[in-house]
């Protein structure tokens, strides 16, 4: 099976920085993905890991580490716009299974 | 590009009812995912379709959830009869291969009374 985990809610000023991690159990791995989802709306993607490493793109950038099960979304010179759930999603070694994390909510303070 | 359309947006049963929602996903997008979402939680898999065929449906409740996906393209959920914990929005989502970026519609939301 599979299990994801992340932390449920966070607070960041506007103009920081904030990390959102997700740990997880699979029985296999064929990569990473991060998905925004606006209140209300559908889940957007954001960034996709498949080997380990760092992947930056623009204000957003998505770490990967298999052996540790790990993987953290790096948000920089956040914006009132970024307040959102981020989630964390996971698929297995054929593709078959693909499970979501709980999420974790954003919100931007001024 | 058109995005995936999903339809109903929105839709209001009572408890026993039977209800259906289509999608139609992003042209020559092979894979199509139907997801339920309760409010503060992630999207749960329900089916997976690579084509026309089910790839994944081990968390379909298939006493009441039936899925399909005729030639390939449109697909309809259907649940008979519905319960109050079926309460949730469903997601459509589609991606051009089946290790891919997906792609979500806006979403059914569904209201059982």
């Known amino acids: 099976g599979q299990n994801i985990d992340q932390p449920t809610e966070m607070t960041a000023t506007e103009g920081a920085i904030v990390q959102i991690n997700c740990t997880y159990q699979?029985?296999?791995?064929?990569?990473l993905f991060w998905y925004q989802q606006h209140a209300g709306e559908a889940p957007t993607f954001l960034s996709y890991?498949?080997?380990?490493g760092l992947e930056e793109k623009g204000r957003f950038s998505s770490f990967l580490s298999r052996s540790k099960g790990y993987s953290y979304l790096l948000l920089k010179e956040l914006q009132m716009k970024d307040s959102a759930s981020y989630l964390c999603?996971?698929?297995?070694?054929?593709?078959?299974?693909?499970?979501f994390g709980p999420g974790t909510r954003l919100s931007v303070l001024p | 590009e058109a995005g995936v359309a999903q339809s109903p947006r929105y839709k209001i049963i009572e408890k026993r009812q039977s209800v259906a929602f289509w999608c139609n996903p992003i042209s020559g997008h092979a894979t199509l995912y139907w997801y339920q979402q309760i409010l503060g939680q992630g999207p749960k898999l329900l089916i997976q379709?690579?084509?026309?065929?089910?790839?994944?449906d081990s968390q379909l409740p298939k006493d009441r959830f039936s899925a399909e996906r005729l030639k390939g393209v449109d697909s309809t959920l259907k649940i008979q009869p519905a319960k109050l914990e079926d309460s949730a929005v469903y997601l459509c989502?589609?991606?051009?291969?089946?290790?891919?970026?997906?792609?979500f519609g806006p979403g059914t939301r569904l209201t059982v009374t």
């Open positions: 699979t029985s296999g791995f064929n990569g």
């Open positions: 999603a996971v698929k297995d070694n054929y593709g078959q299974n693909f499970v």
């Open positions: 989502a589609s991606s051009l291969v089946r290790e891919g970026e997906q792609y």
């Open positions: 890991n498949v080997l380990d």
């Open positions: 379709f690579q084509n026309n065929g089910v790839v994944d």
